[in-house]
């Protein structure tokens, strides 16, 4: 399968896995306008293409990604306001939580991560980090609120690391060990070259699996973060009962007692 053309990201496909790779090395993988929108795309294509089962998100050069392209809202006479009404009705496309991605997502921190980068860490499934991986927020630095993001990883670390990291904005940064402490990410790659085989190696693991089933439990799991207890159990109960009758429950079983590798029923490649 051909993806984009994209002028500053990367699609491509190594076996079930498909990545998508932040590729404006030369601004450290800031984020322009024009690459705000490829995002809202590219996303689409990794989930309609039926091959893909894991998605992995990195950057090349070294960075992951750096937030908003600061120098393009300081010069092209529109800044900040061009994204209002998107902020305002919060119409937004650029993570896949925003796009609606059901299928697993891992976020391979490599380098700097900063500022808007944290959307990406906060809506992946899996955060993976390269051993010289520094995180900073610098939002409140350049005269910005640290929001959304922000408040995405409230829901899976402590709130006053969070709190921290927005208010000492670009005067502290935090190491890998600091962030796997935290539980911001989950795993370290050292040395910092084996990021990609490791992620590549953890998404395989990943798409061995079923990948309806995949997608129902991770429906279920993030529905949990929108919810009480007790709206997530009864959600969660609904996506459970989707999945009795699908042919992937007959086969998994039947592979565990012939000792053999399932064969998993594909997820539709049209949304």
């Not at 392209?69 to 306001?81: Q, S, T």
């Not at 990410?185 to 990943?206: H, N």
């Not at 999945?243 to 039947?254: F, I, K, L, N, S």
Request: aromatic fraction near 8%; include cysteine.
């Amino acid at each position: 399968m051909t993806y984009g053309p994209y002028e500053n990201l990367k699609l491509e496909r190594h076996g079930p896995v498909g990545w998508l790779i932040n590729n404006r090395p030369e601004k450290l993988n800031a984020m322009s306008a024009r690459m705000r929108d490829e995002f809202a795309d590219a996303w689409l294509e990794l989930d309609r293409d039926p091959a893909v089962r894991v998605i992995v998100h990195t950057g090349e050069g070294r960075a992951f990604q750096t937030g908003v392209d600061v120098e393009e809202i300081a010069r092209d006479g529109v800044g900040m306001e061009r994204y209002r009404a998107s902020m305002e009705d919060f119409d937004l496309h650029f993570t896949s939580w925003h796009q609606k991605v059901w299928k697993p997502v891992i976020t391979a921190v490599n380098g700097l991560c900063a500022g808007g980068a944290f959307h990406w860490v906060a809506d992946a499934d899996i955060v993976i980090a390269a051993s010289d991986a520094q995180f900073f927020d610098p939002h409140v630095s350049v005269g910005q609120v640290v929001s959304i993001e922000a408040i995405g990883l409230i829901r899976k670390m402590p709130v006053e690391a969070v709190m921290r990291m927005a208010f000492v904005g670009r005067y502290e940064r935090m190491d890998a060990a600091r962030a796997l402490e935290l539980g911001m990410i989950s795993q370290i790659v050292d040395p910092p070259e084996r990021l990609r085989e490791e992620a590549q190696a953890l998404a395989e693991k990943i798409a061995r699996n079923s990948p309806a089933a995949m997608a129902a439990t991770k429906r279920a799991l993030w529905g949990a973060l929108e919810s009480g207890l007790t709206d997530a159990c009864r959600a969660g109960a609904r996506e459970l009962v989707s999945m009795w009758g699908h042919p992937d429950q007959t086969e998994g079983p039947a592979a565990f007692a012939q000792k053999r590798q399932p064969v998993w029923q594909e997820l539709p490649g049209d949304r």
